[in-house]
């Protein structure tokens, strides 16, 4: 059984994110949130060039990945829900709790320390915000994503199973919340309670400081709730709001090669997590016009 599982998940996990990115570029072609700014033949090739780049380089160094993992700390007792005698079912939804958790913790991180920034304002410099921004991650950011929630498997014991569907889910939901899509209002206020949605997301990829320092879940939404992280709506409107980062403005920086050395370019002091703006916006304004200077 344990076999079949770990040589079944990379075909079980490619085919829900091929049905997830299918349904999500259909409902943004017929009900889009946000008109473009640059057209998908700029920006789709290099954004899922670079998945097909980190899907290589993650089987290339962790041939197992997560599942593996998860299979080796059940045969061995490793990890906490390993060393007490708890029901499957529980088992596996605190698992995919604590991992959905973990993530959030991570991407508070790489907002924290400068040179883990570096890494993810790859992610951040896309100039529009769509299905395909949602797998637009740097090949070492995704190393060092990947060595963090092996770390988080072992030590929870994780069920193989757990780390499965967690790992389907947020493929679907990074793909779902960065979707260019329209959401009637109160739909979307109530899916806010169990999902993050694209609406809540897109703040996240707001140029304004305390916008993109907001808003960190990717999957469940109460960990933003619950730790103090949560942006209702953008200050400019989800259709006047400028998506990306000052530092990277220029078209040029979609393409692949660009994206890939973004983290050795200019400072990285420009969007400090600790950026809260002020009843009159001078904090992120502030933080914007130098960021204007630092790149002229």
Do not use: C
């Amino acid at each position: 059984m344990a076999q079949t599982v770990l040589q079944a998940e990379p075909f079980v996990r490619l085919g829900f994110f091929m049905a997830a990115l299918a349904a999500m570029g259909v409902w943004e072609v017929l009900a889009p949130r946000r008109r473009r700014g640059l057209s998908r033949l700029k920006r789709w090739p290099a954004n899922l060039g670079m998945v097909a780049l980190n899907t290589l380089v993650v089987r290339i160094l962790f041939p197992t990945a997560a599942i593996g993992v998860a299979l080796s700390a059940e045969e061995r007792g490793w990890g906490l829900l390993n060393a007490f005698a708890v029901p499957e079912w529980i088992a596996i939804l605190i698992a995919v709790l604590v991992l959905d958790l973990a993530i959030y913790l991570q991407h508070v991180l790489f907002h924290a320390v400068p040179w883990l920034w570096r890494l993810h304002r790859m992610h951040h410099s896309d100039l529009d915000f769509d299905v395909t921004t949602g797998v637009r991650f740097h090949p070492i950011e995704i190393v060092l994503s990947m060595i963090i929630k092996l770390m988080v498997v072992a030590a929870l014991g994780a069920p193989a199973l757990a780390v499965l569907i967690f790992e389907i889910l947020l493929n679907a939901t990074s793909l779902f919340n960065h979707g260019n899509v329209r959401i009637p209002p109160p739909l979307d206020r109530f899916l806010r309670w169990l999902v993050v949605t694209p609406d809540m997301h897109r703040v996240h990829h707001s140029w304004y400081p305390n916008e993109t320092n907001s808003n960190f879940g990717f999957n469940l939404p109460w960990w933003d709730r619950l730790l103090g992280t949560y942006q209702d709506q953008p200050r400019d409107g989800h259709e006047g709001m400028t998506i990306g980062i000052n530092l990277f403005r220029d078209p040029v920086w979609e393409r692949l090669d660009r994206m890939l050395i973004q983290p050795f370019i200019g400072p990285a002091n420009s969007y400090p997590i600790n950026m809260r703006e002020t009843k009159d916006g001078s904090s992120a304004s502030g933080a914007l016009e130098k960021g204007k200077e630092e790149r002229n």
